[in-house]
């Protein structure tokens, strides 16, 4: 398995260069608060597609302003580009937030097109259409501080027994796979009445 080898080789630079990656949380909603969801999500993942729908038409709606959905990479190894793209996809974060979050959500809209061979033709479209350096975002895939943030990210999950993506924590409840609106609306509104 490539990915596999690669996240070993990726989980090894980490070790050796544990100071190298600070954490840089991927975030959206509202930071100040105390109400805090992880989402683990491979930007390959069909059912993290999905979950993202769900929070841009029902979710950040009603609980945007309230809570801070936390983004946490968590590429499968069964998916072939999804650890290029979150390194990329950390890269267009750092230069500008908002923009970071809108390159997550088109890459899982537009997923069923892009392959493997066509992930850098679409990375240089994205960052034409926004303003970034073409040649910046092709070299992020390269940088080994990038890949350990989301090696963190990777590995933090694996230590809470996180397996599938997408998967949301809120407090002690966990959802994962196919999440349903009414079940993490519902956790919200209990985590908020606290």
Request: hydrophobic share 45%.
């Amino acid at each position: 398995m490539k990915i596999a080898r690669v996240l070993l080789a990726i989980s090894l630079t980490t070790a050796v260069h544990g100071a190298f990656a600070a954490r840089a949380d991927v975030m959206e909603g509202n930071p100040a608060s105390q109400v805090k969801v992880l989402i683990y999500e491979d930007l390959q993942s069909g059912d993290c597609a999905r979950f993202r729908e769900l929070l841009d038409q029902k979710i950040l709606p009603r609980y945007g302003s309230r809570v801070a959905f936390i983004y946490r990479d968590f590429p499968l190894g069964r998916d072939d580009w999804a650890l290029p793209a979150a390194i990329a996809a950390r890269w267009v974060y750092e230069r500008d937030p908002k923009l970071g979050i809108v390159f997550r959500r088109e890459l899982l809209a537009e997923q069923d097109h892009i392959r493997p061979a066509n992930l850098k033709d679409w990375l240089i479209d994205f960052a034409a259409r926004n303003d970034l350096n073409q040649k910046g975002i092709l070299d992020s895939l390269n940088d080994r501080r990038l890949a350990a943030l989301v090696d963190q990210d990777w590995q933090g999950g694996v230590a809470r027994g996180i397996s599938k993506a997408p998967t949301a924590c809120i407090g002690g409840q966990v959802f994962a796979g196919i999440i349903l609106y009414d079940d993490l609306a519902r956790a919200l509104d209990e985590a908020l009445a606290r």
